[in-house]
T-cell receptor, first 112, second 112 residues
Framework: KAGVTQTPRYLIKTRGQQVTLSCSPI?????VSWYQQTPGQGLQFLFE???????NKGNFPGRFSGRQFSNSRSEMNVSTLELGDSALYLC???????????FGQGTRLTVV | QQQVKQSPQSLIVQKGGISIINCAYE??????FPWYQQFPGKGPALLIA?????SEKKEGRFTISFNKSAKQFSLHIMDSQPGDSATYFC???????????FGTGTRLTIIP
């Protein structure tokens, strides 16, 4: 069974631009969560989608948004990028959410 | 604010020894406690998890000990091997709420 796939693996963007990250969950998993990992703040929850609906949201500004498609694939968008948005963005999938979350390898975003 | 406190920040253990990482939580509503292992350049991988209805769970060389009254749980790695060198994260969540709250991580190094 294929694992969680995130694309692209690496991304360099300029401050003020926007970026879209993609996540394909494990086949059959309907819940997709997004996390931001930085050396200073650690792993922080961004939001979770289940059956195309956002069920839970972390404490991030509105510049961070996401969506989920009918095939459970998810995208995350960050608008008006700031230097502090540089981080590893991780996607996790699970059958129904919360427990047994399996992470992808992440997308390393660098904002210059 | 929901928090999970993890210690130590870094740990050096000799090969064959026991590695012990501790976590403490504040929110008594947490009812799922997973541990994740992360290697450089990879996403976190689910290692083992426990629910508060049991005090201990063992899977191979990995054991979680859980103390509900003290709101603490720990990961024990028996017969530690160089391949165990990685960063370990504890986490907690509430069933029905898909957000995982992570500890700050422990960088474990196993020396020969």
């Amino acid at each position: 069974k294929a694992g969680v796939t995130q694309t692209p693996r690496y991304l360099i963007k300029t401050r003020g631009q926007q970026v879209t990250l993609s996540c394909s969950p494990i086949s059959g998993h309907r819940s997709v969560s997004w996390y931001q990992q930085t050396p200073g703040q650690g792993l922080q929850f961004l939001f979770e989608y289940f059956s195309e609906t956002q069920r839970n949201k972390g404490n991030f500004p509105g510049r961070f948004s996401g969506r989920q498609f009918s095939n459970s694939r998810s995208e995350m968008n960050v608008s008006t990028l700031e230097l502090g948005d540089s981080a590893l963005y991780l996607c996790a999938s699970s059958p129904t959410g919360g427990t047994e979350a399996f992470f992808g390898q992440g997308t390393r975003l660098t904002v210059v | 604010q929901q928090q999970v406190k993890q210690s130590p920040q870094s740990l050096i253990v000799q090969k064959g020894g026991i590695s012990i990482i501790n976590c403490a939580y504040e929110n008594t509503a947490f009812d799922y406690f997973p541990w994740y292992q992360q290697f450089p350049g990879k996403g976190p991988a689910l290692l083992i998890a426990i629910r508060p209805d049991v005090s201990e769970k063992k899977e191979g060389r990995f054991t979680i000990s859980f103390n509900k009254s003290a709101k603490q749980f720990s990961l024990h790695i028996m017969d530690s091997q160089p391949g165990d060198s990685a960063t370990y994260f504890c986490a907690a969540s509430i069933e029905g709420n898909e957000k995982l709250t992570f500890g700050t991580g422990t960088r474990l190094t196993i020396i020969p």
